[in-house]
């Protein structure tokens, strides 16, 4: 008995195409638009009915974003941040999703719900305990009060135990039995196992903390401590009518977004694939 393709597969695969080229469009536009806006003049993105493509390319728009805010100043307080914060998730969520995966512990099982129930609170209700712990800690406006509410991840617990779980029992058991400590077990063969888990904590968490504005907004007071986010909204009114500067600064600051999804891509994808298959 032959096999017969059905005549309406092939239109069923144009669809398929069709539907993903049109919410990859949808996704890429506004991305496209934002690159396109910061070589315009305010003037023609002003332009209604609206032009797609700059008269003649405005790469000084650049040029005065440097002299508008210190974008170098604005940059490193972003990344040094944000690092201390991945670098503080990470270690934070692998360590305890270790232990919440392979150790036995009275009250493991309601430690590791309640920290999820964590999840279900909004940031907003915590704002404002937060806000006042650090106040009194002294930690205004300061790097401390910045780093400090970030280095520990409900989200980044829960995602570790669950890839940490699937791995053998044995081979940990083993390693015991060989004389390796316990940090030995961890970082020698727990962190190796998981890289894909790891990349995508890490990735998630450098783009929130990257594009984090209400919490920098409240703590942070001098313009030496800005995060990037908040050097480009002080353009706003600075300079409300050169929206060309505002699309350039907003270009500028996602390059490191896009650097670290490159890099971390091929982990980030097997990640997400794998996480919760297990536990």
């Known amino acids: 008995m032959s096999d017969h393709s059905s005549p309406l597969q092939p239109m069923g695969s144009a669809v398929k195409y069709l539907v993903l080229f049109g919410g990859a469009f949808v996704m890429v ?3 496209v638009w ?6 315009m003049t305010a003037g023609e993105i002003q332009l209604r009915p609206p032009v797609w493509l700059p008269a003649e390319p405005q790469f ?7 002299e508008s805010i210190p974008i170098g100043r604005l940059y490193f307080n972003s990344l040094f941040t944000s690092g201390l ?7 934070s969520s692998s360590l305890a999703g270790f232990a919440f995966a392979k150790y036995r512990f009275p009250g493991r099982e309601a430690l590791f719900y309640l920290i999820l129930a964590t999840m279900m609170i909004p940031f907003f209700v ?33 995602l570790m135990r669950q890839f940490i779980v699937s791995l053998p029992d044995e081979l940990i058991d083993a390693a015991r039995i060989d004389g390796a400590s316990e940090l030995r077990i961890f970082w020698r063969i727990v962190l190796p196992l998981v890289k894909p888990a790891l990349a ?3 990735t998630f968490t450098f783009i929130g903390s990257w ?3 209400l919490w920098p907004l409240l703590v942070i007071n001098s313009r030496e401590l800005m995060t990037l986010p908040l050097g480009i909204n002080s353009m706003k009114s600075l300079y409300a009518d050169n929206t060309n500067l505002l699309m350039a600064g907003t270009a500028v600051a996602v390059i490191p977004m896009l650097f670290v999804f490159i890099f971390l891509q091929r982990y980030f994808i097997k990640g997400i694939a794998l996480t919760g298959l297990k536990g």
Request: proline content about 5%; overall charge negative; aromatic content about 18%.
């Open 211 to 213: 594009n984090a504005f």
């Open 60 to 66: 000084g728009n650049y040029i005065d974003l440097t």
């Open 85 to 91: 914060i991945v670098f503080g998730v990470l270690l």
């Open 200 to 202: 995508t904590l890490g």
């Open 34 to 39: 934002m690159i396109i806006a910061s070589l």
């Open 126 to 158: 915590t704002l404002i305990p937060v806000f006042f712990i650090v106040r009194q800690l002294g930690w205004i406006d300061t790097y401390q009060g910045l780093v400090v509410p970030g280095l520990t991840s409900a989200y980044g617990i829960f």
């Open 29 to 31: 536009f506004p991305f």
